[in-house]
């Protein structure tokens, strides 16, 4: 069914055509419909299950953040068959992005481009939205919350700026994924620095903050990599995700699109983000959360051996459509078996 929807989908502007999907599943969320996709797309195994900085997740294949900024559709995306969800980036302040046209399809290469510039509702609603379907949200897993920096916000206010935004969120998240990397908001590569970072994981740890994870850049060099490992261990961290989208262009690409400004994600950065998670993995012992071009189960199997305790996805939600979770759990299942793993 999406393969023939699909066409039409991808005739439209792509923000517009994921605002019209995000308002089909809200409108079906919390109705029999959603009942009926947890009969089709939940795989429901013990073999898949997975415990990680405190939490049990059903299975390893989650919603990475970008998806749903605004946290309106983390139930009716447990329905589909995901472990969990990660939403956001939140930031303390709502904010309206970059000008659109922002979201860019490059097809031949199932990826996408794009510089949203962490458009969302702001801390206050989002938090408060959580609480008020925290009844609701128990039988769809985990909920990670991913906090960024506010645009208005100076460099040098940032530890106080994602202080408040995590004392909005904090009680209805299951983690906090602590956003230094997002390559279209401006001033945030200079976050990734070793000093800036301990500055704000200082400020969020003072502020008693519980089950965080950082979320790190494809481009970081070995040595920024190993420093913020090093504060992995300093402030006891609860995990590390690989990775967000890269600004940098692989020689591979076939679309005209490549030539927009903005970060790329999807089937390009596949390898390099699951190498990134097997050095990662290497030096390290907290549990990784891999994304970056999951899109079957062969590609998510890749993480897991490479070192991943979760994987999350994206862009291939966009290419494959709502069985997709579905779809990999089975494989995983197939692969597991294969392979002579419990």
Known sequence: ?????????????????????HTGLETVQGTSIEDRFQTQFRVESDRLQVDAFGQSFDNPVGVAAGFDKNAELPIILGALGFGHVEVGGVTAVSQPGNVRPRMFRLVDDEALINRMGLNNDGADVIGERLSNRRHNIDHCGPIGVNIALSESTPIHEAPSDYQYTYKQIAAEADYVAVNVSCPNSEGMQELQQRDSLSRIMDALTTAGAETLLVKL??????????????????????????????????????????????????????????????????????????????????????????????????TGLVYQGPTLARDINTGLLELLEADGFD
């Open 1 to 21: 069914l999406y393969d023939a929807f699909r066409p039409l989908l991808f005739a439209l502007p792509p923000e517009t055509a994921h605002q019209l999907v």
């Open 217 to 314: 850049a494809p481009e970081l060099s070995d040595g920024a990599i190993e420093d913020v490992i090093d504060l992995v261990e300093i402030f006891d961290l609860d995990g590390v995700i690989t990775t967000n989208t890269t600004t940098e262009r692989p020689e591979s690409l076939d679309s005209t699109e490549q030539i927009e400004r903005g970060g790329l994600s999807g089937a390009p950065i596949e390898d390099q983000a699951t190498k990134l998670v097997q050095y990662v993995a290497k030096r390290t012992d907290v549990p990784i959360i891999g994304v970056g071009g999951v899109s079957d189960a062969s590609g998510a199997y890749a993480k897991i051996r490479a070192g991943a305790s979760l994987v999350q996805l994206y």
